[in-house]
């Protein structure tokens, strides 16, 4: 019998729906999947990710490259952690980097609908759009950017829960993703109870940011780490919609230990005014991204505030 793959995902919407549709790819193949690992960036990802351990053979979607991986399928600004495995990489069959893809989850639904000539359930293509938008930026409105109607905001928003993080219920979503609608998967009562736990937070968060956002020059700016608030990167232009970047810091948990993201992004109402490639400006903190949105990990609250103050600077003066 075959070798079980397992199958390494980027800690997000994003890493979890391509999971689904690389999960429905194999299953239709005859091939089976005996686990799914989320995996993060963090103060130590370029140095620990070349001699990771991983269970063989396996599949990375949505993160970065490894050459002993099997499959690999990324849309990141740079996924290499070494010169020589970007200068030595080239597409292949199993191995697809499009770094101007808006989502992994598009990536992977369009490439193995084309180059393996798949048939998705047409449930797919709905859920691949719409990862398009959210992880992409590709919103209408800010208006729209804060929207949780459709189904698969509501379960991208189930994941900003205390209990949303818990690598089971990214499991579970993968499964059920893989098989049904991003409708009826949103009404089981494992998204809907975590749905109405981040909703709640949601509206606190709304407040919070009301009353703490601070404009600086060009960037609309926010420390959120002694708050216990999750970061919306777009509620910065509801509050400030002139702002033409924002960079904000949350705090988070790997297992016990803490840690402290940095997200920095861009107006989708302005992004023409645009001059900086953001996933490049992360690259020396260890941080991954694309032109308009980036986030870093750092390990402490003042090394945190420190490179805060930095971008902003950075993006007053250059941006």
Same mark, same amino acid.
């Given at each position: 019998?075959?070798?079980?793959?397992?199958?390494?995902?980027?800690?997000?919407?994003?890493?979890?729906?391509?999971?689904?549709?690389?999960?429905?790819?194999?299953?239709?193949? /005859?091939?089976?999947?005996?686990?799914?690992?989320?995996?993060?960036?963090?103060?130590?990802?370029?140095?620990?990710?070349? &001699?990771?351990?991983?269970?063989? =053979? @396996?599949?990375?979607?949505?993160?970065?490259?490894?050459?002993?991986?099997?499959?690999?399928?990324?849309?990141?600004? +740079?996924?290499?952690?070494?010169?020589?495995?970007?200068? %030595?990489?080239?597409?292949?069959?199993k191995h697809f980097w499009d770094n101007k893809a808006p989502s992994c989850c598009g990536q992977v639904y369009g490439?193995?609908?084309?180059? @393996?000539?798949?048939? $998705?359930?047409?449930? $797919?293509?709905?859920?691949? &759009?719409?990862?398009?938008?959210?992880?992409? /930026?590709?919103?209408?409105?800010?208006?729209?950017?804060?929207?949780?109607?459709?189904?698969?905001?509501?379960?991208?928003?189930?994941?900003?829960? =205390? &209990? %949303?993080?818990?690598?089971?219920?990214?499991?579970?979503?993968?499964?059920?993703?893989?098989?049904?609608?991003?409708?009826?998967?949103?009404?089981?009562?494992?998204?809907?109870?975590?749905?109405? !736990?981040?909703?709640?937070?949601?509206?606190?968060?709304?407040?919070?940011?009301?009353?703490?956002?601070?404009?600086?020059?060009?960037?609309?700016?926010?420390? +959120? !780490?002694?708050?216990?608030?999750?970061?919306?990167?777009?509620?910065?232009?509801?509050?400030? =919609?002139?702002?033409?970047?924002?960079?904000?810091?949350?705090?988070?948990?790997?297992?016990?230990?803490?840690?402290?993201?940095?997200?920095?992004?861009? +107006?989708?109402?302005?992004?023409?005014?645009?001059?900086? +490639?953001? /996933?490049?400006?992360?690259?020396?903190?260890? /941080?991954?991204?694309?032109?308009?949105?980036?986030?870093?990990?750092?390990?402490?609250?003042?090394?945190?505030?420190?490179?805060?103050?930095? $971008?902003?600077?950075?993006?007053?003066?250059?941006?």
């Amino acid at each position: 019998m075959p070798d079980a793959y397992t199958i390494y995902f980027h800690d997000d919407l994003d890493g979890t729906t391509s999971s689904a549709a690389f999960l429905r790819f194999f299953r239709e193949r /005859g091939k089976t999947v005996k686990d799914f690992v989320p995996v993060n960036y963090g103060p130590t990802f370029k140095s620990d990710w070349p &001699d990771k351990k991983f269970s063989r =053979p @396996f599949v990375v979607v949505d993160f970065a490259y490894h050459p002993r991986a099997e499959w690999w399928f990324d849309h990141h600004q +740079n996924p290499f952690v070494r010169e020589e495995w970007k200068t %030595g990489f080239k597409n292949d069959e199993k191995h697809f980097w499009d770094n101007k893809a808006p989502s992994c989850c598009g990536q992977v639904y369009g490439y193995l609908s084309k180059k @393996f000539d798949f048939k $998705f359930p047409p449930h $797919f293509k709905e859920l691949a &759009d719409e990862v398009d938008i959210m992880d992409g /930026g590709l919103y209408k409105s800010i208006e729209d950017s804060l929207s949780r109607e459709t189904p698969v905001r509501r379960i991208a928003l189930s994941l900003e829960c =205390p &209990d %949303g993080a818990n690598a089971d219920y990214k499991r579970f979503l993968i499964q059920e993703l893989s098989e049904k609608p991003a409708g009826k998967v949103a009404e089981s009562g494992e998204v809907r109870r975590r749905f109405k !736990s981040a909703k709640a937070e949601l509206d606190r968060t709304c407040v919070h940011y009301k009353k703490n956002l601070e404009k600086r020059g060009r960037v609309a700016y926010i420390d +959120n !780490s002694l708050a216990g608030i999750e970061t919306m990167s777009f509620a910065n232009y509801d509050v400030y =919609p002139d702002a033409l970047y924002n960079v904000n810091i949350d705090k988070f948990y790997h297992g016990r230990v803490a840690g402290y993201h940095l997200s920095i992004g861009s +107006n989708i109402m302005k992004r023409e005014e645009v001059k900086v +490639n953001l /996933g490049d400006l992360v690259e020396k903190y260890n /941080g991954g991204g694309h032109k308009y949105v980036a986030g870093i990990d750092l390990g402490t609250r003042e090394e945190a505030l420190r490179v805060a103050e930095y $971008f902003v600077n950075y993006l007053n003066k250059n941006g």
